[in-house]
């Protein structure tokens, strides 16, 4: 299929498929007070793509929109193509609710009614 089209028509086919994967995805990494989209997120780390991505060591929050996912710790980055790929060291789900550690009474009321 390669041989048959342009330059011009593959990077503009290569740029739409970069954008509608950037409007679907909602994964964001966030680095101090920077914002960064994410391509993918695997077991062992990130992707995002390699003209934007930073130099990054040290702590990073991913967030899905507006719901924090995790704290990690990033030690390792490799580009591979037009793509930077990031590894955890340390990767922490954040959780939604207190922990809980105390036993809850079965007959113990869910609200207070005034």
Do not use: W
Not at 59 to 86: K, N, Q, T
Not at 93 to 101: E, I, L
Request: glycine residues 6%; proline residues 4%.
């Amino acid at each position: 299929m390669d041989a048959f089209l342009s330059k011009e028509v593959l990077k503009g086919l290569e740029r739409a498929r970069k954008q509608a994967q950037r409007k679907k995805n909602r994964l964001r990494l966030h680095v101090g007070d920077e914002i960064y989209p994410l391509l993918q997120l695997t077991d062992n780390g990130f992707e995002l793509e390699r003209d934007v991505a930073p130099h990054l060591r040290g702590f990073v929050d991913i967030y899905d929109g507006a719901r924090h996912l995790a704290s990690c710790l990033v030690i390792h980055s490799e580009p591979e193509g037009e793509i930077m790929r990031y590894e955890y060291k340390r990767h922490t789900n954040v959780a939604d609710g207190p922990a809980k550690d105390f036993e809850v009474d079965e007959n113990a009321p869910i609200a207070l009614l005034r």
